[in-house]
């Protein structure tokens, strides 16, 4: 078990492997995570945070993924804005807050799910993802290279976007293997 350091984004969103996510970036701890992931190459980690109604910061859930800037751009507000590519799922061992804000933590980096071939079971799941992405250009602009054949990868964006409570969210992403959100989906899209 290799327990390595990894800067946290914590968002009320997910991506996974494979997976791409515009962020603005304007607080300076995020310039500074951005900087660190630069220079040591290794990225930085997108976890989920419970959202609270105070507008504080709530509970980091424990499974997240590292990600890598793939591309930057300047927003229309004049913001830093970047596009990250999900590399590989993690656990939070330890996490702490240093004084600017910015949250890091010991990780363990944990296996991707294996690709699986989409079978015709998944020919639903497969057709309204792509309806998701006619519907929403700036998502489908993201993804190229769709992989519609690997019921792993489909799993893993329709996990993205599902507007869902965190905590099941975080159950399924938690998994070995993309089984549960294969047989998750199914019932779901089915209805």
Known sequence: MK???LALFPLPSHILPGGKLPLRLFESHHLQMLKESF?????????????TTSGQSGRILPVGTRVKVTDFYTLNDGL???????LERFCIHEMETDPSGLRRAKVEMLPNWPSIHSDFNDKLLVNRLREVFEQYPELDELYPEKRFEDASWL??????????????????IAKQ?????????????SQ
């Open 80 to 86: 830093l804005g970047v596009t990250v590519l999900g």
């Open 177 to 189: 293997n993309s089984e549960a959100a294969r047989q998750f989906l199914h019932r779901l899209i």
């Open 155 to 172: 799993c893993q964006r329709w996990l993205e976007i599902l507007p869902m409570p965190i905590y099941e969210k975080q159950m399924l």
């Open 39 to 51: 220079i040591n190459d290794q990225g930085f980690g997108i976890v989920m945070e419970e959202s």
């Open 3 to 5: 327990i390595q350091p």
